[in-house]
């Protein structure tokens, strides 16, 4: 992962646009990103913690682009729909294990 990639990753337990802040290779476990939160339609800004240090197997999608600015990115289309349906999926995961947890409590 170059200096600049950006990629969707799980963050604290949320799905995130990332990029990377330095240069890593296959060997780093690690890697050292700025997060980003949705703004608006396909633009994102640097989160309240904008570094923050991932698992290598957080990473979910890298997309082929570069960007050189760090406070706001704007994705092209179709990286901002699959931004979207991994969101959704991971929101419907942990909506369906709060359900079951919630019903062998009760």
């Known amino acids: 992962m170059n200096h600049g990639t950006v990629a969707i990753a799980i963050v604290q337990r949320q799905v995130m646009i990332i990029q990377a802040a330095r ?16 703004f608006g339609e396909r633009l994102f800004l640097a989160s309240q913690v904008p570094q923050a240090r991932i698992a290598q197997s957080d990473l979910l999608v890298t997309f082929p682009f570069r ?13 901002y729909q699959e931004y979207l349906e991994l969101s959704t999926k991971h929101q419907l995961k942990h909506e369906n294990m709060w359900r079951r947890w919630k019903a062998r409590l009760q």
Do not use: C, F, G, K
Request: net charge negative.
């Open 23 to 38: 240069s890593h290779n296959r060997r780093d476990h690690w890697l050292d990103v700025y997060t980003y939160t949705p």
């Open 67 to 79: 960007t050189p600015t760090s406070d706001m990115i704007e994705l092209p289309a179709q990286a």
